[in-house]
Structure formats: structure tokens, C-alpha cells
């Protein structure tokens, strides 16, 4: 039987009215969960939820330790659950249990341990450039009601980066789910629900796909800002509807990340890296590294490294603790994938591993593939696949590297790979993304932000940036004077500046 997940409004678990959808285990084809597809109903009645929460609740103006301490019982909550909420994960979208053991679920009680400290940390300012009789500020506000709308490849993860910020913040969130992973966002939710700290409408939570639920959401009056993850056409189908009231917009959206190999690299660690980078949890992952411009001395070697390492990589069942690479989390994105392999080949790539599968479809593991020879103008070699495919170019002069490495709408992040610092600094300089590893791949902290440029996105998450896209900004000016500044201005003879 599949489980079956509610949404959570008002504190409540509640069915929806009608339509559902199945979450697939990609693994076995099985039917893991069945969740309802929300329509304007229940959409309108989780705004309601979280509208009457944040304006008539208290919330929003409980001292920033009572919003940590609710921060930290939900911390302890879900850190108590992540041996369930792993496996649940792997299951449900055939990431490996124990990458979601360390990425997903302790990555994301740290997040929200840092959040709760954030929350005792929302600072204002106060000009000292002022007559000493004027106090001239600005003070922090909680943005208002915030959606948090969330893809399936890090569906407790990416949801905690958003409402970890958002609770920070003071907001009233509503959650959505992404349509392939709703057992495992609801999971969290239940964390919330269960350590009991947050008052009945801060946290809601709707499942359902982009239409109708998603633009449901995006479209309501009722909400003052919408913080969304996933692909760029999403993003931008969002923010053109937000901006019909002008409602608050950050986006996190697609990448296409190159590693820049010079001949200097150290090849062991940086083989090591491209590979996991490349083909970890299948490449699903907006931060995956999907392209590597090579130094034309050593593109061979590189690519026989990274083939050698690709046969090795641990395949399998995604609840096998030794297990690094699952299957494609759904049909729909292992199609995706076997369609750019195509195009890959038909733009006169050549794979060195990998290629179309044999018997397409026939499971939802793919091979990790390797196109070399890609044209730096082709669909493969700009354009974000998400999914185990890698595209080889070979440079000979730095600035090649930095035109091929630019030559992309994205702007999410790159590597660089040298011993020279003068080198790594001067490329990661010039590389037009936002966010730059040097001999390195997924290294990621909460005290840093992250967001992307460009096709990427807009605005920033984690960190205190992260905390400040739920703020709003209130200037308040006190002037301690005995009289009015522009009446005594106008009576005397005084030019210049009142
Ligand atoms: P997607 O855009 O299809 O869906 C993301 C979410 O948006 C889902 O919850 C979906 O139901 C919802 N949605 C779809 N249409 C909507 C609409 N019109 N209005 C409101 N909501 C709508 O993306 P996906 O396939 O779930 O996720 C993969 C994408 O996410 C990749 O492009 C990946 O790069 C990106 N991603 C980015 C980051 C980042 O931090 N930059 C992190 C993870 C994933």
C-alpha cells in the first residue's frame, strides 16, 4: 500500500478534496505515496492559514531566542528521525541512503541549528552621520506570508534552506512539495508538527504539481514572497506571474558548472573530484559538474581517468549504505537524459563511456556517460541535462578556457583545477559565475551564501544574506528637537539644505 501524505494546514493534517498523485520508487517501479493534487481550495485555505498567523499571531514579534529555541526542538526532532527520513528519500527518489544520511538530513539540522542562531542576529542600523539630536534607522521586519516552492533532487534540504531563513526571519511559510518527492518533504513537515514549537499556520505545507497548485500558490494576494528552487523555465514562468502584484521573488534555479583543468593540477584529486562531481546521485544536482575544459597537454589522460573512476563508482540499490549512484529519480528525467545523449552524439560528440542505453528505459539506472569532443556551441555543451552526462573540451590558451568555461546562459558555479594561485585566482576572477571552488568540488557551508547569476537565478540563500531575503526594511527617523526643522528653515534667512 502507498502511504499516504496529507497537506498541513493550520496546524492539521488534512486530505484534499479530490485528485491525487504517486510518487514512484525509480528503483523498483513501485507506487511509494499518494498525495493530493491541491487546487484553489486548499491553497486558499493554507494563505488563509498562514495570512491569520502572521498578522494576528504572535509570531512574527516573539523574541528572536523563543523563534531559535522552536528552531532547535525542530532540529532535534529531525536529527532523532534521520536514519527513517534517509531511507524514506532514497525510496522515494533513489538518491542513496547515505548520501541523504550526511547531505540531506544532517546537512539540514545543521542548517537549521545555524538558523536558530540567525534568528537572534536580525540587526538593524543606525546612522551616526546625523545631527546628535536625530536617531535616523532602519529596523528588520519579517517579509509577511512566504512560499517556499521546492524541486525533488533535495527534498528535505532545500526545503530547510528556505523555511529555516524563513521561521528565522519571523515569516509565515507555506511549503510545497515538488509532485515526485512528497513523502519525503512531508516527513519534515511532520517533524514540525510533532516537536510541537510553532504556533498552528506558521508552517503549512501543500502538495500538488505546478499546475494548478504551484500557480495557485504564485498567483494568491495573500502571499508577500515566493522563495522557489528548480528549473529556469519554472523560475521565469514565476517571477513574470509575481510581478503582476509585485510580490518579493528569489530564485534558485538550473546550472551548467565547468571545471577548468590546467596542466598543473593535481590529476589524482582532481579525477577524484570531476567524477563525483559529475556523476554522484546520478547528476542531479544544480551544482553537479557537468562540463570540463581541459588543457589540450593532458585531455587525454583526464578523460581515461574519469572513465577508469566511472566503472568503478558504486551502482545499485539507493538503500545500500555502499551504494554512491542510484537511478534516475523519475521516467520523465531519465528521458530527458537519453534525449541529450542523442543530441550529444548527433552534434558530433563521441562517448567514451556511456552513450544511448542499449535497451532505453528498460530500468531507470543510467550509465554514467562521457562525450568528448562536444562543439562548444552545441545544445550538450550549454545547456543544463541533469543527469550523469559529461562534456570534454580542450583549450590551449587560458583565456579559450575562460570564453569556453562563459559560453553558457548559467551562472551558478565553475572549479578551477592548478597549483598556481596566481593562476586559480586570476581565472576565478574572470569566470562570470557565482560561486567558484579551487581544487575542489561540493564543499558547502551554511555561514556562506549561495545563489547564481544570470540564467541561474536571482537573490541568495544561506548565510545571513540567506536570513535577509525575508526581511523587509523599515527607516524610522526621531528628531529630539524642540521645533520643526522646515519651519525654522523657512523663517530664516538660511539657504542651502534644511
Ligand atoms: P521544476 O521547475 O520542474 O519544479 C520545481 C518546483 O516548481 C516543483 O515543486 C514544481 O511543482 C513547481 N512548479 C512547476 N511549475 C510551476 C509554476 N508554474 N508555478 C509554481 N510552481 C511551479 O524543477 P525540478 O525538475 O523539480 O527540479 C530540477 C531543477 O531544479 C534543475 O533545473 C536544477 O538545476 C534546479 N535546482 C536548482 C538548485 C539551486 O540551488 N540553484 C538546487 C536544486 C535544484
Known sequence: MP???RNYIDGRWVDGSGRTLESVNPATGEALASAPVSGPDEVAAAVAAARRAFDQGDWRWRKGSDRARALLKLADLLESRTDEISALIAREMGKPVRVNRAREVEGAVDKLRYYAGAARMLEGRVTGSTLPEIWDMELPEPVGVAALIIPWNDPVDLAVRKLGAALAA???TIVKSSEITPASTAAL?????????FPPGVVNLLHGPGDPTGDALVGSAGVDKISFTGSTATGIAIMRRASERLAKVSLECGGKLPAIIFPDADLERCLDAVTFGAFMYAGQSCTACTRLIVHRSIHDRVVEGVVARSRKLAVGDPLDPKVLVGPMASRKQYDKTVQYIRMGLEEGGRPAIGGVPKEPGRSLYL???????VPAD???????????????HRFEEERDALALANNTPYGLGGSVW???ISRALRTARRLDVADIWVNTHYIRHVETSFGGRHLSGIGRELGMAGVEEYLTWKRLCIDTRSSFHLKDWFESDRGGQP
Open 189 to 197: 513537515i511532520e517533524a514540525v508538527h510533532d516537536c510541537g514549537a
Open 3 to 5: 502511504l499516504r501524505v
Open 378 to 392: 552545441g545544445r550538450v555543451a550549454r545547456e543544463e541535462v541533469f543527469g550523469p552526462v559529461l562534456a570534454v
Open 170 to 172: 519571523g515569516c509565515a
Open 367 to 373: 550509465e554514467p556517460t562521457v562525450l568528448v569532443d
Open 418 to 420: 592548478t597549483q598556481d
